[in-house]
């Protein structure tokens, strides 16, 4: 189901983008994006890939399918949290965490568009603090029918019955997850 991947481990605090604002100064307003931290993140992050994709010849992938796997770790001193899952206790939604290492890797070639990520897992966990930073994988996938997606060309090849049903899940299927967060229908 997948292709080549890029493993990538970026060391350093993670920021999140933040969202653009509008500065006035001396008459003259102009937006903002990204200020201050996330400026030394995002070129972290970019010297990271660079350098990640001199050493493996990594080819961009220009269009298709991509698939994501971050995993932010934050720095703590308290061991009892270390591995654990963190929350945005005062900022650092996971999408905006996302939406900057995307940016880089748009920008440094990885990828060609951030439109072409089809799938995603974002992890943020709490480290000592010599650990932190992001790793990351890209990885191309192929346009095969994912197992699970089964049921939808099953309905389009006249296979459903026209009696209504609970849908709960995309194909009719309950909402139970394994314990992690994921739905049945997706294992």
């Known amino acids: ?19 653009a604002r509008t500065v006035t100064r001396g008459g003259k307003t102009r937006t903002i994006s990204t200020t201050g931290p996330a400026v030394r993140w995002k070129s972290i992050v970019s010297a990271t890939v660079s350098a990640a994709i001199r050493e493996t010849g990594w080819a961009c992938i220009e269009s298709g399918p991509v698939s994501l796997g ?80 089964s049921c939808w060309r099953a309905r389009g090849q006249g296979a459903a019955s026209g009696v209504a049903q609970k849908e709960t899940g995309p194909c009719g299927a309950g909402d139970e997850d394994d314990g992690l967060g994921v739905p049945s229908w997706l294992g």
């Open 70 to 149: 971050l995993v932010f770790r934050f720095p703590t001193k308290d061991p009892e949290r270390w591995g654990r899952p963190r929350s945005a206790v005062r900022n650092g939604d996971f999408d905006n965490m996302a939406k900057l290492v995307t940016d880089a890797l748009v920008t440094c070639r990885v990828m060609g568009d951030d439109g072409q990520v089809a799938n995603a897992v974002v992890w943020q966990v709490w480290v000592p603090g010599e650990d932190a930073g992001c790793s990351i994988t890209v990885e191309r996938l192929n346009d095969a029918v994912l197992p699970w997606a």
């Open 1 to 19: 189901m997948t292709g080549p991947s890029l493993a990538i481990d970026v060391a350093g605090m993670p920021r999140p983008q933040p969202r």
